[in-house]
């Protein structure tokens, strides 16, 4: 079964700096792999996907993110933090179930905290 | 373009109680799912729709958890009788369905029910 690890519940960066959010992957063939933003009393918000190709991903709001296969990872990054990125950031993975439809597998998020 | 419509956003019932929650996806798009989010934990996927049919409901607890999508668009995931343990976030998403592709899911608001 796939699953996602997001190591950090909470970053912490000053504005201006670059920030990374982490993730980890496992997954039986080839990942597919997208990243999510929460922002509080909000639904998800798609960011980023991965699916083959360039193994830099460029996304919406500045971010993007890099897949390393030997690594199993799919870092999300953005050069230069702003104040309100402040949000809660989910990872997740798709795999096919048995039926062939994509089944998403979450993580428990990462609380990016950006200040001033 | 109009956004995955959801109601109502707050609910509060007591334990043994019934509730049920609408989603109207974005139009077009195929696929839908139902999501609990409890919190500080990633969105967890009840159950998925292609068109009108079930193609996932394996982490659906059918002994008080039923949805339904009838005519493939809107859709209701009721609950009946409500536990303690449902308080959560439901989130309803729809996805163009690309087999294959890996496409991403377009979330709601949100429901967040509250059981006491």
């Known amino acids: 079964a796939q699953s996602v690890a997001q190591p950090e519940d909470q970053v912490n960066v000053a504005e201006g700096n670059p920030l990374t959010v982490k993730c980890t992957y496992s997954?039986?063939?080839?990942?597919?792999l997208f990243w999510y933003v929460q922002y509080p009393n909000r639904g998800l918000q798609f960011l980023l996907k991965?699916?083959?190709?360039?193994?830099l991903v460029k996304g919406s709001y500045g971010f993007e993110a890099e897949f390393n296969k030997s690594q199993t990872s799919f870092h999300l990054k953005k050069p230069s933090a702003l104040v309100s990125d402040s949000a809660l950031y989910f990872c997740?993975?798709?795999?096919?179930?048995?039926?062939?439809?994509?089944?998403?597998?979450f993580g428990t998020g990462t609380k990016l905290q950006v200040i001033p | 373009e109009a956004g995955v419509a959801q109601s109502p956003r707050y609910k509060i019932i007591e334990k043994r109680q019934s509730v049920a929650f609408w989603c109207n996806p974005i139009s077009g798009h195929a696929t839908l799912y139902w999501y609990q989010q409890i919190l500080g934990q990633g969105p967890k996927l009840l159950i998925q729709f292609q068109n009108n049919g079930v193609v996932d409901d394996s982490q659906l607890p059918k002994d008080r958890f039923s949805a339904e999508r009838l005519k493939g668009v809107d859709s209701t995931l009721k609950i009946q009788p409500a536990k303690l343990e449902d308080s959560a976030v439901y989130l309803c998403a729809s996805s163009v369905t690309e087999e294959g592709q890996g496409a991403e899911a377009f979330f709601g608001q949100g429901t967040r029910l509250t059981v006491v």
């Open positions: 991965y699916i083959t190709g360039d193994n």
């Open positions: 997954v039986s063939g080839n990942p597919y």
């Open positions: 997740a993975v798709r795999d096919l179930n048995s039926g062939g439809y994509q089944k998403v597998t």
